[in-house]
């Protein structure tokens, strides 16, 4: 099994930077391929970038493309999502999740997160 935890979320204005932090733990946890997902009330739940288990290949949804940037730290057991250039309707819970399979964008993983909150505000 795959366990996941988000951390790096808070309130920023707009315009701002974050950087999240999705730590991944067990067997094999390095070779799992890793989505960033967000979810704002009363929407459902958006792919906003994805990683491959090497690291090879990056997706990104077109509302943060050029703007967020996914990468990963294998001796860390980690992946990252920076967010620059945020906007108000960035705000949401973000959620990493991580599957064998190559999901990429769609919500199909086995393995979720509990999830972080960004908030863009002024």
């Known amino acids: 099994q795959l366990q996941l935890a988000e951390s790096g979320g808070g309130m920023v204005q707009p315009g701002g930077s974050l950087v999240l932090s999705c730590a991944t733990s067990?067997?094999?946890?390095?070779?799992?391929?890793i989505g960033w997902f967000r979810q704002a009330p009363g929407k459902e739940r958006e792919g906003v970038a994805y990683i491959s288990g090497s690291g090879e290949s990056t997706k990104y949804a077109d509302s943060v493309k050029g703007r967020f940037t996914v990468s990963k730290d294998n001796a860390q057991n980690t992946v990252y999502l920076r967010m620059n250039n945020l906007k108000p309707e960035d705000t949401a819970v973000y959620y990493c999740?991580?599957?064998?399979?190559?999901?990429?964008?769609?919500?199909?993983?086995?393995?979720w997160g509990r999830g972080t909150q960004v908030t863009v505000s002024s």
């Open positions: 067990g067997y094999l946890s390095e070779h799992y391929n």
């Open positions: 999740a991580g599957d064998m399979l190559e999901y990429e964008l769609e919500p199909d993983y086995d393995y």
